[in-house]
């Protein structure tokens, strides 16, 4: 007989049935990552053999990167219900996913920020268990009960000259990458309470609606259909008003300062602005992603 406490381990982790652990633990020999494994494999064959929903209204997102910030990625994983999303095992699946591909982004040199190839993503194999990105999701689903697939995952780029900072929200609804290329100074350069302070940044983000990072980024088509609008506008109020061109003119750069992410005031405190901790560290922002469920 297999030992107890190991058997209400498996059972924890991976929600297979009693029975189950029992079994994969007696062929491990009580060896407890081999019987997870052994679960996994029995799991993935029950899964490609059941037929599947294809309406996964719910999900998680999370953000993963490296300690050196030199990159960073968004997984979005998604379910049939939340029960499922916040279960402990679908976490804990979407953390090794975010695992799986580091350790293979963390081999490349340098890349453009992307939407990550999901066939790719699915094909990649853990270290810990060489066990495929799908087996992983399959196995988790069989599980459950419910269909699991991978949602829209990004990640920024890498090169020597930017780093990314990242956040997800508390109830993995929204999730955000901020990358920044540096000026003279380097990444080593700031000490605590700098990265502390250049959390604003991602914060910022993540919590408004910035249509453009910087004020060279505002396009020409954007300009002429904000103008339209707010002309529009107001010669619905004042049919007669005049020189309505030039009064627009006037407001087009307070408009775009609103909608442009270096332009605007710390969404937690407006006395801080956004460029003056930009220009503190001599940061530029170069691309950014936000996703919210």
Not at 101 to 114: G, I, N, P, R, V
Request: glycine residues 2%; charged residues 30%.
């Amino acid at each position: 007989m297999a030992n107890k406490e190991l058997i209400a381990k498996l059972r924890k982790e991976t929600l297979a049935p009693f029975a189950s652990c029992i079994k994969a633990l007696e062929e491990a020999k009580d060896d407890f990552e081999e019987a997870k494994k052994l679960i996994f494999k029995q799991s993935i064959l029950k899964t490609k053999s059941r037929s599947t929903d294809d309406s996964l209204p719910e999900g998680r997102l999370l953000t993963v990167g490296p300690e050196d910030l030199s990159f960073a990625a968004i997984v979005h994983l998604r379910a049939q219900t939340d029960f499922v999303t916040n279960s402990q095992s679908f976490v804990g699946l979407q953390k090794e996913i975010g695992e799986t591909l580091l350790q293979d982004y963390e081999q490349k040199k340098e890349f453009h920020a992307s939407i990550i190839n999901s066939s790719a993503l699915l094909a990649l194999k853990s270290e810990k268990d060489n066990l495929t990105v799908e087996e992983k999701i399959s196995s988790v689903s069989s599980i459950t009960k419910e269909e699991i697939k991978l949602g829209e995952c990004w990640v920024s780029e890498k090169n020597t000259n930017c780093f990314t900072i990242s956040y997800t929200h508390y109830n993995a609804k929204l999730a955000a990458l901020l990358t920044l290329r540096l000026g003279s100074k380097k990444l080593s350069d700031f000490d605590e309470q700098d990265k502390k302070e250049l959390r604003h940044l991602i914060v910022h983000y993540a919590g408004t609606e910035s249509l453009f990072l910087t004020k060279e980024d505002v396009s020409k088509e954007w300009i002429e259909r904000e103008s339209e609008v707010i002309k529009e506008n107001m010669l619905k109020k004042n049919p007669e008003l005049k020189n309505v061109d030039q009064i627009v003119e006037k407001q087009i750069p307070k408009r775009s300062a609103e909608v442009t992410f270096s332009e605007q005031s710390f969404i937690l405190n407006s006395s801080i602005k956004i460029s003056a901790i930009l220009e503190k560290f001599e940061l530029t922002p170069v691309w950014a992603k936000k996703i919210v469920l």
